[in-house]
Each structure stands twice: as C-alpha cells, then as structure tokens.
C-alpha cells in the first residue's frame, strides 16, 4: 500500500508540480499557452485514463492464474495496437492542429503549438506503455518504478535552472515519461 501511495504522489508532485511551479515562476503568456495546449490534449487524456481501468483487472486476473501465456500475448498485442493507433492519431493531430488551433482561437495561441506537440508525445508514451504499470503492481517492482519516476524532479530542477517556459515545462514531463519508459517499462516488455 505504501509503495502504490507513493506512486500516486511521485506522479502528482512530478506532473502536477510542473504546472505548478509555471503559474508560479512564469508568465501569465506561459501559463496560458501551457493551459491551451493541455486543454487540446484533454481527450486523448480522458481516453487513456478510460482504457488503463479495462487492462488492469485482466492482468491481475491472468498474473494471479499463472495463466502467463495469455498475459504475454495481451500485453504483446494491446502495446502494438497501441504503438499503431497512438502513431497513427499522433500523425493527424501533428498535421492538423494548426488549421484546428485557428479554428477556434487567434494567431496569438500558435506558441501553442509546440509544447502541444511536446504533450501529446507524452501522452504517446504513456499509451503504449499502458499495460505496464499493473504489471509492475504484480511483479512486484513497484519500488524500482518509484524511484525511476522520483527521476522526474531532476527534470523540474533542471527547468528552475535553465527558466520556467511552457516548452520546458513539456519537455521535463516528456523526459520524465521516456526515462520511465526506458527504465521500467521496457525491461517489463523484454521479461
């Protein structure tokens, strides 16, 4: 319990605490340009906090069977349905998102733009890796995730450093995603 409680703060603190720390840090221009690109990526974000709830209790179920075969080929074919949708949704919105954007605002949010593509990259990452986080909830790893997404403050400090902008606040949660990626999920998807 401990450990899936620190998790729930280490992402909280590392995600939320980047915005955070913009409103604080930043400018209004920022905090506004961060606010209009998350708020483009909110239904991609909704639908992946919809599907994750759907894996979790097959694994758990399929883990606590020993039923490993089964787990190995959902996990194999939800990642690469999810590498080929994500990739596929992640080349529209790429190519689309201008003509979008001033649909419905001015010139003045183009700035948007990349931290938008930046957060949407993000989001690309953790959809891939979406079976992996229950199944380092089984495999008892948990400890190991912690201290990989702990990683992430070193990415805000660094963003303290170098000047709170909407771009570096999405590249410190993209660098954050792709080293838990690299570090947990990966070895998850080789095991």
């Known amino acids: 319990i401990l450990q899936t409680n620190m998790?729930?703060?280490?992402?909280?603190?590392s995600e939320t605490g980047g915005i955070f720390l913009l409103g604080v840090f930043g400018n209004s221009v920022q905090v506004a340009l961060y606010n209009v690109a998350f708020q483009m990526v909110k239904p991609l974000k909704v639908l992946q906090d919809n599907i994750q709830p759907a894996l979790y209790p097959e694994i758990v179920k399929f883990h606590a069977e020993?039923?490993?075969?089964?787990?190995?080929?959902?996990?194999?074919?939800?990642?690469?349905s999810n590498v080929l949708v994500g990739g596929v949704s992640l080349g529209f919105a790429y190519l689309l998102i201008e003509p979008i954007l001033l649909l419905f605002t001015t010139e003045v949010y183009l700035g948007a733009i990349p931290v938008f593509m930046i957060i949407l990259s993000t989001i690309y990452l953790t959809f891939i890796s979406l079976c992996f986080?229950?199944?380092?909830?089984?495999?008892?790893?948990?400890?190991?995730?912690n201290?990989?997404?702990?990683?992430?403050?070193?990415?805000?400090?660094?963003?303290?450093?170098?000047?709170?902008?909407?771009?570096?606040?999405?590249?410190a949660q993209f660098l954050g995603s792709l080293t838990t990626r690299t570090f947990n999920d990966l070895p998850l998807y080789k095991k």
């Open 66 to 80: 020993g039923n490993y075969g089964t787990l190995k080929s959902m996990v194999k074919k939800t990642t690469l």
């Open 133 to 145: 986080y229950p199944l380092t909830v089984v495999m008892d790893q948990l400890k190991w995730r």
């Open 7 to 13: 998790s729930s703060y280490l992402k909280l603190g």
């Open 147 to 171: 201290f990989i997404v702990s990683i992430r403050f070193l990415f805000l400090g660094a963003v303290y450093i170098i000047g709170f902008t909407a771009v570096n606040v999405a590249w």
